[in-house]
């Protein structure tokens, strides 16, 4: 077993050899320096994935459902979905008058393709028609102004809430609060704005506008219209509970045999989870491929300038093993100096790791203007340094273990020999 003394010496030795061939083994360690930094720049951008997502989901609410006829993360067969009743606005009234268990229970009625004008200015987006309730909820929240009230919603006047997109598209940073705007040719009275939910993941939501229900009706009718209901449970631990009692009432509201499949969907946050799922497994897959192909090369570098150190250095070890030196404190010595080659390289890639992540940020933010970046985080975590330093030292002792093999089992007198 090798002693602490031992090991020191072990480790200046490796170090004092690095020295003497310094720029070499800054050269060896190429491949381990892109290596690391594809570690480091892929774990960076699922954190920031995760980051946005999280975003996304806080602002809309895990305690949400959305009872549609549609199932928006796209499963089922879609000419079925088709085939469905639409939900009528007297089965969404039905259900929020027997639900019990949820804190609130909204209709909402959308027109898919609308424009708000405003002057020159026009912008293609969706007309959602919905109660007052509805600025209760965490999809509801206005950044800038308010909500309508109940009384505007049960008289139905023309004002409206602009979500995050369109608003800067109309009316970029200035406040649009009071402003008139056109929908479907009826001049609206915009009172707020919606804060921003989409961000890289469906940010559709933020390009739709919000009126009152009774308004939409007198603007679009609600004739042959399929209505989405929103269920707030108002505890994500209640969300069981409150989507168990929503489907039975549905299925007795729409005369759904028991035997039968439920003809409506309901739709949760949770539902998309796979998508994002799917984007980090074929980061995860591409990053790892690429970082694997970077560290065998790196250890098949690292691997042959030890077997050339081993060469050089023949003679220094036979003397050393002459004058007692064990093996296994010869292997520590040539292990520790691979290992090291391999820290090398990634003290060399942190660096450049984190220059690439703050130039890709930067671009991001700056001239290619995507605001949710502005989520990630501009650092690279604490895990995922030592996770790139971790893995270079694995990587730097199993190519440094034949070489420093070799070295252990050489013949102390055949070693004194050579020349």
């Known amino acids: 077993m090798l002693r602490w003394s031992e090991l020191g010496e072990s480790f200046r030795i490796a170090v004092e050899a690095l020295r003497l061939n310094l720029m070499r083994s800054i050269l060896t360690t190429a491949g381990v320096v892109v290596g690391v ?52 606005l007297r089965q969404a009234t039905l259900l929020k008058d027997r639900m019990e268990s949820a804190e609130v229970v909204i209709p909402l ?15 293609s987006c969706s007309v959602q028609g919905t109660t007052y309730e509805y600025g209760s909820t965490p999809a509801g929240t206005t950044e800038i102004g308010r909500w ?5 919603d049960l008289q139905g006047d023309r004002v409206v809430v602009l979500g995050y997109g369109v608003a800067q598209a109309v009316f970029e ?9 056109k929908i479907a040719g009826y001049p609206f009275r915009v009172i707020g704005v919606v804060e921003k939910r989409g961000f890289i993941f469906m940010d559709f939501i933020d390009n739709q506008v919000f009126i009152p229900l009774r308004t939409f009706q007198g603007v679009y009718g609600f004739y042959d219209r399929s209505f ?30 028991p035997d039968a499949n439920a003809d409506f969907s309901v739709n949760e946050m949770e539902a998309f989870d796979a998508q994002v799922t799917t984007i980090r497994s074929s980061i995860w897959i591409v990053g790892i491929g690429l970082t ?15 077997f050339v150190s081993v060469a050089e250095r023949t003679k220094e070890i036979g003397v050393r093993k002459a004058i007692g030196a064990r093996r296994s404190s010869i292997l520590t010595q040539f292990l520790i100096e691979s290992a090291l080659l391999c820290m090398v390289g990634a003290v060399i890639a942190l660096p450049i790791s984190q220059g690439i992540v703050t130039a890709a940020r930067a671009i991001a933010i700056g001239p290619l203007e995507l605001e949710w970046v502005s989520v990630v985080s501009p650092y690279i975590p604490v895990d995922l340094l030592a996770i790139a330093i971790g893995v270079s030292i694995l990587v730097g002792l199993a190519a440094g273990f034949l070489p420093a093999r070799r070295a252990a089992t050489l013949d102390p007198v055949e070693a004194l020999r050579y020349d």
């Open 148 to 152: 309508y009230s109940e009384s505007e």
């Open 228 to 257: 989405s209901i929103a269920v707030k449970a108002g505890n994500e631990r209640l969300l069981e509970i409150v989507r168990d009692e929503a489907v039975g009432h549905m299925r007795d509201i729409r005369n759904v045999a």
């Open 37 to 88: 930094v594809l570690v480091v720049v892929m774990g960076w951008t699922i954190k920031g994935l995760d980051a946005v997502w999280e975003q996304t989901i806080s602002i809309i609410g895990r305690d949400m459902l959305y009872i549609d006829k549609w199932n928006w993360a796209g499963g089922g067969n879609w000419r079925n979905m088709e085939a469905r009743r639409n939900i009528t």
């Open 109 to 123: 009625a959308r027109r898919w393709s609308s424009t708000v004008q405003y002057g020159s200015k026009s912008v």
């Open 292 to 306: 694997v192909l970077a560290f065998i090369v790196g250890s098949i570098g690292i691997m042959n300038i030890m």
């Open 173 to 181: 940073d200035s406040n649009p609060t009071n402003a008139i705007v």
